[in-house]
Every structure is written in C-alpha cells, then in structure tokens.
C-alpha cells in the first residue's frame, strides 16, 4: 500500500472534490418550490421523496418500494385524521441496484422505452422528453457550479 496506488492515499490528502452533502433550491416558473437534499454521511443508503401540492402530498421510500399518498380533506370542519390516505407496496424486492435492479429497475424500463421510441411505439408515461431530459441534467451541472461560487443563483436558460 505504500506505492503511488491511488487507494492508499487518505482521503483528506486527495484531489476528490465531490461533495458530501449538499441542498439545492429551485424556483420554477410557475411558481412551484423544488428542493434536493443529498446526505452522503449516512448511516444506511436511502432515498426518499416528499411531493407537497394544493390536493395532498405523497411520501415514500425508494429502497421500501413503498409511498404514501395523503389527500386533503377540504372541509374547513376536517381534522388531519380525516384526510384520505392511501399506501402503496409496489412489492419490489431483491436486487435494487445490480444488472437487473439498476435504479430499481428503472434502468431496464430506460432501455425499453428507448425501443418502444425507436420503433415509433408509445413508450410508458414515464419517458421524457429530450427537453425535459436536458433541463434536468442542466439542473445538476448547474447546482455543481453554484456550489464551487460558493452557493451562487444560477439561472437556467434553454
């Protein structure tokens, strides 16, 4: 271990500058608030999603295959007990991150929609377009680039 192999450099010592935790804020047009938080500290890997909007909110948990979604109750009289709950298991178990699991097999259904695209199939509700798809890695580049100016606003323009 004591040769110029780069794994046995500490990790203080190194030129590695990714980030360990970060918070991203975004506005968007139409008035909606994003945010990402990303803890790398962690004590276990975890992914969770909270979606709050003017019917309700849905939580859940990526390695759980499970959310919830909690729909408001719009009479003034309602009581928090009183909203609409409904839970979903999507009884996705195993391999969640390998050849077959890759993103929780969003991977494989990646691929797929890919073909359906290619063949001038309707691909699933989840294939985005290009526009989106560039927008969203923007997003990325970007909030690396407001980190390195010390946390600047940075606008998108497409």
């Not at 004590?43 to 979606?51: D, F, V």
């Not at 993103?103 to 309707?122: M, Q, R, W, Y």
Request: net charge negative; with cysteine.
């Amino acid at each position: 271990m004591k040769t110029d192999n780069p794994y046995a450099r500490c990790v203080y010592k190194c030129d590695n500058n990714v980030v360990d935790h970060q918070s991203v804020l975004v506005n968007f047009e139409s008035g909606a608030t994003g945010t990402h938080n990303m803890v790398g500290g962690s004590s276990e890997p975890r992914r969770q999603i909270h979606i709050i909007g003017t019917k309700g909110e849905l939580f859940g948990n990526f390695e759980e295959s499970k959310y919830t979604v909690l729909k408001i109750n719009p009479s003034p009289d309602a009581h928090h007990e009183e909203c609409d709950v409904e839970e979903v298991d999507l009884n996705v178990h195993g391999d969640m991150v390998g050849a077959y699991g890759g993103h929780g097999g969003g991977d494989e259904k990646l691929a797929a929609d890919f073909v359906k695209f290619i063949n001038n199939e309707d691909p699933s509700l989840a294939c985005t377009s290009i526009f989106d798809s560039v927008a969203g890695h923007l997003s990325v580049y970007l909030a690396d680039e407001s980190r390195e100016k010390g946390g600047a606003p940075i606008d998108v323009v497409l």
